[in-house]
Every structure is written in structure tokens, then in C-alpha cells.
């Protein structure tokens, strides 16, 4: 989430999450995850003071997953070839 910089630090973020959380207190949600930049102190800060508590030991990793690539040679067929290949022989 967020909040314009000029008008920051006036409980609009405050606000926002808990008109979002009435929401997903309707609707049975039991936990919410935020996510948010290790370095970010400002949201940690902000997380924490709207009821946030820290899961450390939670590490979140991602990968980008990566799909062939159709490419069709001048008078040949259209082949699928991985994007890692592409690369190398471009
Ligand atoms: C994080 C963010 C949404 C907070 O919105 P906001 O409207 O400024 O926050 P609020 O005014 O409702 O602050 C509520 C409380 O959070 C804490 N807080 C908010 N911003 C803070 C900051 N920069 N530093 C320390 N504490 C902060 C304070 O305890 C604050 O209460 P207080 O002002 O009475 O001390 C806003 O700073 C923002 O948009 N940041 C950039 C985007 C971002 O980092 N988003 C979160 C990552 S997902």
C-alpha cells in the first residue's frame, strides 16, 4: 500500500488498513501478510504501529519463471527455444 508522500504521517495509512481489514474480517480472512522491503524502516515502523508483529524466522523467496521462446528461422520451422539459450547465441 501506500500513501502520496505530501500527504503521509497524517493517519490515512491508518485508516486505509482498517477499512481493508473491516473487509477481510468480513469476508473470514484469519491473517494477513505484509509484505515489504527488509530496508524499509518507515513501513516496518507503520506495520508494527497498526498491529503488525515481526515472523522473522519467515523467509520469502521468489523466482521468476521463464517460458520458450518461438523463433523462426528464414525459411526454417518455428521453434521453441528456452530464453537462457536465446541469449547465448544472440
Ligand atoms: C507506509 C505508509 C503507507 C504509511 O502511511 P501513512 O499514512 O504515512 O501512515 P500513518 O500516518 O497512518 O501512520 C500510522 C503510524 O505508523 C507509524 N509510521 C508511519 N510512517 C512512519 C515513518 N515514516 N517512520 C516511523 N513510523 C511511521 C507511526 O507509528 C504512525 O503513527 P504516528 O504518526 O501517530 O506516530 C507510507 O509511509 C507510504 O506510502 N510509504 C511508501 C510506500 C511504502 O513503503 N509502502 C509499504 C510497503 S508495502
Do not use: C
Amino acid at each position: 500500500m501506500g500513501v502520496d508522500e505530501a500527504f503521509q504521517r497524517r493517519n490515512l495509512g491508518r485508516r486505509l488498513y482498517k477499512k481493508l481489514e473491516e473487509e477481510l474480517l468480513e469476508d473470514g480472512v484469519r491473517m494477513v501478510i505484509a509484505d515489504t522491503e527488509g530496508d524499509n524502516e518507515e513501513a516496518i515502523s507503520f506495520f508494527k504501529a497498526i498491529g503488525f508483529s515481526p515472523r522473522s524466522e519467515h523467509i520469502w523467496l521468489a523466482k521468476t519463471l521463464r517460458r520458450p521462446v518461438k523463433v523462426a528461422p528464414k525459411g526454417g520451422r518455428v521453434k521453441e527455444i528456452l530464453p537462457e539459450i536465446m541469449e547465448a547465441i544472440e
